[in-house]
């Protein structure tokens, strides 16, 4: 009985091990080089194109500490007054973050038509990516070649 149970602990642990290699050859190595090469130019873009708030700040006359408050106070979730001019600096911002998001998305969409990877594709091997450690080791070669 003893045996016969390792027999099955090792077949079972066999088939895992040929599952997770079969994940980590679901996508074709054309696929997974088109992936490095949009997901590093994605994190070098978009790291430039952050917002910038202080020429809002600026045009509407509200100090950084100001504006600093109103953000605590708005995660904290405290109930508290602003001024009509903070509430067009609040809607200014989350315009130009619409803005800014639409335009990594279209950027991500081009770079893949450029690539030629489906979108689908990419997003898929992104999740994998994030959380599969193994899979993350396998393209470790991919990277350092398209970084050099």
Request: a negative charge; one cysteine or more; aromatic letters at 8%.
């Given at each position: 009985?003893?045996?016969?149970s390792?027999?099955?602990l090792?077949?079972?642990?066999?088939?895992?091990?040929?599952i997770c290699?079969?994940?980590?050859?679901?996508?074709t190595?054309?696929?997974?080089?088109?992936?490095?090469e949009?997901?590093?130019?994605?994190?070098?873009?978009?790291?430039?194109k952050?917002?910038?708030?202080?020429?809002?700040?600026?045009?509407?006359?509200?100090?950084?500490?100001?504006?600093?408050?109103?953000i605590?106070?708005s995660?904290?979730?405290?109930?508290?007054?602003?001024?009509?001019?903070?509430?067009?600096?609040?809607?200014?911002?989350r315009?130009?973050n619409?803005?800014?998001?639409?335009?990594?998305?279209l950027?991500?969409?081009?770079?893949?038509?450029?690539?030629?990877?489906?979108?689908?594709?990419?997003f898929?091997?992104?999740?994998?990516?994030?959380?599969?450690?193994?899979?993350?080791?396998s393209?470790?070669?991919?990277?350092?070649?398209?970084?050099?």
């Open positions: 009985m003893f045996i016969r390792i027999i099955l090792f077949l079972l642990l066999n088939q895992l091990s040929l290699q079969a994940n980590l050859n679901q996508f190595d054309l696929e997974k080089v088109s992936f490095v949009i997901y590093l130019e994605m994190k070098f873009n978009n790291q430039a952050d917002l910038d708030i202080s020429p809002i700040l600026d045009s509407l006359v509200i100090s950084k500490s100001r504006y600093k408050e109103i605590e106070e995660l904290i979730g405290h109930k508290f007054s602003i001024s009509p001019n903070e509430l067009v600096l609040i809607e200014r911002i315009q130009e619409e803005q800014i998001q639409l335009a990594h998305k950027n991500l969409i081009r770079l893949c038509e450029i690539k030629n990877i489906e979108i689908d594709i990419y898929g091997i992104l999740e994998q990516y994030k959380t599969d450690i193994r899979f993350q080791k393209l470790m070669s991919i990277f350092q070649s398209v970084m050099r």
